[in-house]
T-cell receptor, first 110, second 110 residues
Framework: KAGVTQTPRYLIKTRGQQVTLSCSPI?????VSWYQQTPGQGLQFLFE???????NKGNFPGRFSGRQFSNSRSEMNVSTLELGDSALYLC?????????FGPGTRLTVT | TQLLEQSPQFLSIQEGENLTVYCNSS?????LQWYRQEPGEGPVLLVT?????EVKKLKRLTFQFGDARKDSSLHITAAQPGDTGLYLC??????????FGKGTSLLVTP
């Protein structure tokens, strides 16, 4: 089976802009979770989707949003980017409680 | 939030040495997962431990889940440069999120 894919791998944006990141889960997996990883805070949970419904949300401002499509692919959006949003954004797909991560999207906000 | 504390934070050893990293919490987890992450990549699942007192082996890596299911350890025998990476433990949080420790950064030099 192909693994989790994320696009793009690298992204540079300017403060105030918005960005959309994409994730394709492992075939057959219906749950997709998103995490933000920074050196200071480590991996922090953003949100989780299952069958196009958000089941859980982490403690992030409303500028962070996501959605899931009928084919289980997911996108996350960050609006009004801030310097502190610079991070590695990781997507994970799951068929039960084990999560399998993609390579991440490295977002740099200047 | 169920916090996971990992120690040590950094570890630098020479090839052939043994090491142990720890993952501790005041909360009980139904399962704990260990991941290894290399720079610029997503975490790769190594093992899931479910039963208190459980010991799992993966080649030179030995994982143990505490009897009370509040802590876990990872022991590497005869470390090799290929073991270099960030080792993360994770347990289930609220809903379907994973709570991660901040990780142990391991460097194995030839």
């Amino acid at each position: 089976k192909a693994g989790v894919t994320q696009t793009p791998r690298y992204l540079i944006k300017t403060r105030g802009q918005q960005v959309t990141l994409s994730c394709s889960p492992i075939s057959g997996h219906r749950s997709v979770s998103w995490y933000q990883q920074t050196p200071g805070q480590g991996l922090q949970f953003l949100f989780e989707y299952f069958s196009e419904t958000q089941r859980n949300k982490g403690n992030f401002p409303g500028r962070f949003s996501g959605r899931q499509f009928s084919n289980s692919r997911s996108e996350m959006n960050v609006s009004t980017l801030e310097l502190g949003d610079s991070a590695l954004y990781l997507c994970a797909s799951s068929d039960y409680y084990e999560q399998y991560f993609g390579p991440g999207t490295r977002l740099t906000v200047t | 939030t169920q916090l996971l504390e990992q120690s040590p934070q950094f570890l630098s050893i020479q090839e052939g040495e043994n090491l142990t990293v720890y993952c501790n919490s005041s909360s009980v987890f139904s399962s704990l997962q260990w991941y290894r992450q290399e720079p610029g990549e997503g975490p790769v699942l190594l093992v899931t431990v479910v039963t208190g007192g459980e010991v799992k082996k993966l080649k030179r890596l030995t994982f143990q889940f505490g009897d009370a299911r509040k802590d876990s350890s990872l022991h590497i025998t005869a470390a090799q440069p290929g073991d270099t990476g960030l080792y993360l433990c994770a347990g289930e949080g609220s809903g379907y999120a994973l709570n991660f420790g901040k990780g142990t950064s391991l460097l194995v030099t030839p």
